[in-house]
C-alpha cells in the first residue's frame, strides 16, 4: 500500500540521489499508478517560469 510517508521518502530519496525535481515528481506518479491508485494525473508540479538571461 503507498501511503503519504512511503511518497515523501520515495521523493527524498530519488533527490538525495542527485536526481532532479521533474524526475523525482515522475518516480511519484508512477509509484502511485503501479499501486493501482487512479489518481495518479492529479498530482501537479508547479513551476516558476523561467525568466529570460
Known sequence: MLT????T?????????????EFAYKLDCQAIQLAG???????KLKKKPESPA
Open 4 to 7: 503519504f510517508t512511503s511518497n
Open 37 to 43: 491508485i487512479p489518481e495518479h494525473l492529479t498530482p
Open 9 to 21: 521518502v520515495l521523493i527524498t530519496d530519488a533527490l538525495g540521489a542527485g536526481e532532479s525535481i
